[in-house]
């Protein structure tokens, strides 16, 4: 079983940066892949972006490549998305999620999400 809790979301005008933090419970969450998901109002849920359980690989979303980064510290339990350059379209509830082993671009194939934490982009 693995908790997960989303932090560092807020508003932000264009240009700016944030960094989430996904902080995880349970023993076995080094094992595990772990993504970043974001909804807009109105909109599907999407892929942002994914890093292997060790840190390794991650993949990006094309709308995000280049702006976002990213990365976990697994004795900190923690994963992290680094959003700089941020835009207003990138305005979402940002949710984490993990599953074993390896990312995938499907919210269904996650067997952990966390209550997520919004993110404002004015213009």
């Known amino acids: 079983q693995v908790q997960l809790v989303e932090s560092g979301g807020g508003l932000v005008q264009a240009g700016g940066s944030l960094r989430l933090s996904c902080a995880a419970s349970?023993?076995?969450?080094?094992?595990?892949?772990t993504s970043w998901f974001r909804q807009a109002p109105g909109k599907e849920r999407e892929f942002v972006s994914t890093?292997?359980?060790?840190?390794?690989?991650?993949l990006y979303a094309d709308s995000v490549k280049g702006r976002f980064t990213t990365s976990r510290d697994n004795a900190k339990n923690t994963v992290y998305l680094q959003m700089n350059s941020l835009k207003p379209e990138d305005t979402a509830v940002y949710y984490c999620?993990?599953?074993?082993?390896?990312?995938?671009?499907?919210?269904?194939?996650?067997?952990?999400w966390g209550q997520g934490t919004q993110v404002t982009v004015s213009s």
């Open positions: 890093v292997s359980w060790s840190g390794g690989q991650t």
């Open positions: 349970g023993h076995t969450f080094s094992s595990y892949a």
């Open positions: 999620a993990a599953r074993p082993y390896a990312g995938s671009w499907y919210a269904s194939d996650y067997d952990y």
